[in-house]
């Protein structure tokens, strides 16, 4: 190879179609934390679903305090506002980024984040039309 080669890595085809409502979730909570949408923690997310700006809720499963998961759940209900559970809450905190970044791109450090609310969505990429959809599916079950 001479200086002047450029080596291409292989990437993620942008033009693949999105069928995990997970990675779609991760990536729209990256773009919207892009734009501070992005409300964490127990009094951030009552605060914005008391004002019904929250458009949108995670809340993880494995939360320990059965009250604050009966406080969100009955507030999203109240209010309307779809909610998505979340499996783990140490990757909801990856995922809104309560996490320092090292060098090799790996998050360490990371915070458990029991919910989130997304008050504002960035751009409208093809992963948000995704994930738009899946909610509506499930919500009107």
Excluded at 78 to 100: F, T
Aim: overall charge neutral; glycine content about 4%; hydrophobic content about 40%.
């Amino acid at each position: 190879m001479s200086e002047g080669d450029v080596v291409s890595t292989p990437s993620v085809n942008p033009l693949e179609k999105v069928t995990d409502p997970m990675v779609a979730l991760q990536k729209v909570i990256k773009e919207a934390n892009a734009v501070q949408g992005v409300s964490r923690g127990l009094h951030e997310v009552v605060r914005a679903l008391d004002k019904r700006v929250a458009r949108l809720c995670v809340l993880a499963d494995n939360c320990d305090e059965q009250n604050y998961t009966r406080l969100v759940k009955a507030l999203c209900a109240e209010h309307k506002i779809p909610l998505i559970p979340v499996a783990d809450n140490k990757v909801l905190g990856e995922w809104a980024g309560l996490c320092k970044i090292d060098k090799e791109a790996t998050a360490r450090k990371v915070v458990a984040c029991s919910s989130i609310a997304i008050t504002s969505f960035g751009k409208e990429s093809e992963e948000y039309k995704f994930l738009m959809e899946y909610v509506e599916k499930n919500s009107s079950k």
